[in-house]
């Protein structure tokens, strides 16, 4: 039976590329010829071949093999990954060993023997072919690198004194190989730190693989992180490579670190320091190379305590720490993000006809008194949902209604129809929702979202935990109702 498998014969001797068509047709699936060398490019360039035979010398009374060695470094030059057999005369076993040091795979000597050579292409075409595959992945993973560090991503804005201590902070931690641990409220930018550091680090080229630890549940930790092979436990249906793993000479962003417990946060200690991982079901560690950044929101003094966080891991990923103050700490920077995000949502809301495009004196007077408890992703939320709402040009302060979102506002009705709850019922403490007449599901979900996110001050974990979501579901639903 014939095996997949492309082959180039390349001689300038009629007899033997009919000799060598004729033997490897009857075993490979493609077998080309070529007797002029200076076609090479074309043949090459036109097609992939697994397999390249080469004849040593061209021309008659040629024995030096300089037109073989010639003719080998140019089809490596125009595809490195080429595996390429030599053909030498009886005795040319001194030039075959030459041009193996040059990069040929293997040699056949003429005259060959029949068997000899099924077995020699056979092995070049196996190695050609995996050599390719390894060139797709490697051109694939370079998409999916660059896919996960998209030029468009966000530039951290602020001119306030504390983000250029932030910034100067990135820029002297990020080219070293340090650990960094970055803590913060939520919405404070702490991913966006992770990424800046990784743009400004040896490793930018590389992935950057993030990895939310909040979101995993502790069932799946280990599989997620290490990987598995297949049948290591019911469902793993086939092998996976883990994240750290994946991440290999990148960097690797554990987020919400803070919501690891105690006896998973001793597991990732232990690969950290071994810096091998092995993969549930396996027998063998592998190496990783990573850089960590990490991030929590959880305090100082929360960290330190060791009933929370074991000090080992703690002073293995804070070799340098950058403290991302909340929003309200730095109200010279909101001025700068809103009217970065007034003309960011006027773009992308264009084509629906909004018509904002700036904010008026007493807007920005309000928000820039407001102290923002979801910090920079409640600012954002809070200008696109204005930006939705507004019918004019200009957005005033009362597009914002800063106190309580607009959608849990208590509204002075009388209807007997309309239900009300009250706040303690969702364990609020002023807060009375509303319901709508008409029951919608949809805005009733808004509106729990809505209550419980300022409830748990934006803290996106708490508030999953208390709607039954997860973190993931949970952004997913915000996404949605535009929160
Ligand atoms: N300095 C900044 N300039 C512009 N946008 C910012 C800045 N910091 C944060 N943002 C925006 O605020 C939002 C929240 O940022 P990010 O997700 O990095 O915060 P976080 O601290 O990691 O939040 P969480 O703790 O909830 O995961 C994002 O939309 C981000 O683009």
């Known amino acids: ?278 993969p549930l079901g396996a027998n063998k560690a592998i190496a990783f190379n990573v850089r960590v950044v990490s991030a929590t929101n959880l305090s100082k003094e929360t960290l330190k305590d060791e009933q929370h966080f074991r000090q080992d891991l703690l002073f293995r990923l804070n070799t340098v720490e950058i403290n991302l103050p909340p929003l309200r700490e730095r109200s010279s920077d909101i001025a700068l993000l809103a009217s970065h995000y007034v003309d960011f949502y006027a773009k992308k809301y264009q084509q629906q006809g909004k018509a904002v495009k700036q904010l008026s004196v007493d807007a920005l007077a309000a928000i820039s008194s407001y102290s923002w408890p979801g910090n920079i992703r409640e600012l954002r939320h809070a200008i696109e949902r204005a930006m939705i709402l507004s019918q004019s040009e200009v957005l005033t302060s009362g597009d914002f209604q800063l106190d309580v979102p607009s959608h849990v506002k208590p509204r002075k009705s009388t209807s007997t129809k309309e239900h009300r709850v009250k706040a303690e019922q969702v364990g609020t403490t002023s807060t009375e929702i509303t319901l709508p007449e008409d029951l919608n599901l949809e805005q009733i979900e808004k509106n729990a979202i809505a209550l419980a996110l300022k409830k748990h001050r934006f803290n996106i974990s708490h508030t999953a935990k208390e709607l039954g979501l997860t973190r993931a579901a949970l952004y997913r639903r915000m996404e949605k109702h535009g929160l």
């Open 1 to 278: 039976m014939k095996k997949e498998g492309k082959i180039l014969i390349v001689d300038d001797d009629e007899d033997i590329l009919t000799a060598g068509k004729l033997l490897l047709k009857r075993h490979f699936s493609q077998v080309s010829t070529c007797n002029v060398p200076e076609h090479i490019p074309r043949f090459i360039n036109d097609q992939h071949f697994d397999a390249i035979i080469l004849d040593m010398n061209f021309g008659p009374g040629e024995s030096s093999g300089a037109q073989g060695f010639y003719w080998l470094q140019k089809i490596l030059e125009i595809k490195p990954e080429s595996v390429i057999i030599m053909i030498t005369a009886h005795g040319g076993v001194n030039l075959a060993v030459e041009a193996m040091k040059l990069g040929a795979t293997d040699y056949i000597a003429k005259p060959w023997q029949n068997e000899k050579v099924i077995a020699t292409v056979s092995t070049a075409v196996l190695l050609g072919r995996s050599r390719s595959e390894m060139q797709k992945l490697r051109e694939t993973n370079k998409v999916l690198v660059q896919a996960s560090n998209p030029a468009s991503q966000q530039n951290m804005l602020g001119q306030s004194q504390a983000m250029q201590q932030i910034q100067s902070l990135i820029a002297r931690s990020a080219p070293t190989e340090a650990n960094v641990m970055i803590l913060g409220e939520n919405g404070t930018g702490k991913e966006l730190v992770a990424r800046e550091i990784h743009q400004q680090s040896t490793r930018a080229q590389q992935v950057f693989m993030s990895v939310d630890l909040g979101a995993i549940s502790e069932t799946l930790f280990e599989s997620e992180l290490f990987g598995h092979k297949k049948g290591s436990f019911t469902g793993a249906q086939h092998d996976r490579i883990g994240r750290l793993q994946a991440a290999d000479a990148g960097t690797l962003f554990l987020d919400e670190l803070g919501n690891l417990p105690l006896h998973l946060q001793a597991k990732l200690l232990t690969v950290l320091e071994q810096r091998k991982v092995t």
